[in-house]
T-cell receptor, first 111, second 111 residues
Framework: DAKTTQPNSMESNEEEPVHLPCNHS???????IHWYRQLPSQGPEYVIH???SNVNNRMASLAIAEDRKSSTLILHRATLRDAAVYYC????????????FGKGTLLTVNP | DAMVIQNPRYQVTQFGKPVTLSCSQT?????MYWYQQKSSQAPKLLFH???????NEADTPDNFQSRRPNTSFCFLDIRSPGLGDAAMYLC??????????FGPGTRLTVL
């Protein structure tokens, strides 16, 4: 049970921002929100993770709702190389550190 | 620069013939994971080693075994592959319960 809900697919144009939503309404207080992506024919790749505050790194930004029941992965300028399946995953400390992948969102980037 | 290496990238075996997939890492991470990813599905955790401690997922078939002779190497043994075991097998590592780094995967074909 992935315990997160994401749209099956989204489409974007190159060099435009992309907002990928994720619902995790039953998240516990110790669960982090992780995002991984999987490019075609490759293993998953870490993108970003956060607990409560919004997070930024060189790949993306993560905006977490105040009630933590949802989050949004933001790609500021999509490139063709960002076309991938994006997975939003809840994982926390203790025995809940393992990643349970849901179906993810297939992002298509149009030139 | 390769950090998580999986060999071979493609493996063909016959129905019922034992097969071993290998994973090595240069990150000196203490946790190593094996995932199975069937076509158009999300990765599914089979088991992992936390240091030398083996942790099997409840629904992983007995047909799947693993060995970790040292920190750097981990093997996935499929004792009697069936047609349903054809999949991409992904190895991942992490330092404690931190970010997971995935290898490129081994695609297994069962004839």
């Amino acid at each position: 049970d992935a315990k997160t809900t994401q749209p099956n697919s989204m489409e974007s144009n190159e060099e435009e921002p992309v907002h990928l939503p994720c619902n995790h309404s039953t998240i516990s207080g110790t669960d982090y929100i992780h995002w991984y992506r999987q490019l075609p024919s490759q293993g998953p790749e870490y993108v970003i993770h956060g607990l409560t505050s919004n997070v930024n790194n060189r790949m993306a930004s993560l905006a977490i709702a105040e009630d933590r029941k949802s989050s949004t992965l933001i790609l500021h300028r999509a490139t063709l190389r960002d076309a991938a399946v994006y997975y939003c995953i809840r994982a926390g400390g203790g025995s809940n550190y393992k990643l349970t992948f849901g179906k993810g969102t297939l992002l298509t980037v149009n030139p | 620069d390769a950090m998580v290496i999986q060999n071979p990238r493609y493996q063909v075996t016959q129905f019922g013939k034992p097969v071993t997939l290998s994973c090595s890492q240069t990150l000196n991470h203490n946790v190593m994971y094996w995932y199975q990813q069937k076509s158009s599905q999300a990765p599914k955790l089979l088991f992992h080693y936390y240091d030398k401690d083996f942790n099997n997922e409840a629904d992983t078939p007995d047909n799947f075994q693993s060995r970790r002779p040292n920190t750097s190497f981990c093997f996935l043994d499929i004792r009697s592959p069936g047609l349903g075991d054809a999949a991409m097998y992904l190895c991942a590592t992490s330092r404690e319960i931190d970010t997971q780094y995935f290898g490129p995967g081994t695609r297994l074909t069962v004839l």
